[in-house]
């Protein structure tokens, strides 16, 4: 699964808008992944760690959790990203 985020917008924004932006991600997923990472537009691709718990993650500046319960769920966390990048993050089997 690849999901990528374009990160751009027309002028100045909006007034108010943040510098960066927190990116989470929930995406439903029956198995556990083998790994999850992310890069940015024109960067290196970079593994996410991966937390124990929901807990954990919560504690980390980013990677991902696989929850089993309700189907399967892969929790991802991204460190604040400047509010005009691009990214993409992949989950592999």
Same mark, same amino acid.
């Given at each position: 699964?690849?999901?990528?985020? $374009?990160?751009?917008?027309? =002028? *100045?924004?909006? !007034? =108010?808008? &943040? ?8 995406? #439903?997923? %029956? !198995?556990? &992944?083998?790994?999850?990472?992310? @890069?940015?537009? +024109?960067?290196?691709?970079? $593994?996410?760690?991966? %937390? %124990?718990? $929901? ?7 980013? +990677?991902?959790?696989?929850? &089993?319960?309700?189907?399967? /769920?892969? #929790?991802? *966390?991204? @460190?604040?990203?400047? $509010?005009? %990048?691009?990214?993409?993050?992949? /989950?592999? @089997?």
């Amino acid at each position: 699964i690849k999901v990528s985020a $374009a990160g751009c917008f027309e =002028g *100045k924004g909006y !007034d =108010g808008m &943040p510098a960066e932006r927190n990116y989470r991600l929930a995406v #439903h997923a %029956a !198995d556990k &992944p083998a790994a999850v990472s992310w @890069k940015l537009d +024109g960067g290196t691709v970079e $593994a996410l760690r991966e %937390a %124990a718990e $929901a807990k954990a993650l919560e504690s980390l500046d980013e +990677g991902w959790y696989f929850e &089993p319960g309700r189907g399967g /769920i892969v #929790h991802v *966390k991204l @460190k604040p990203q400047d $509010a005009r %990048a691009a990214f993409s993050v992949e /989950i592999r @089997k």
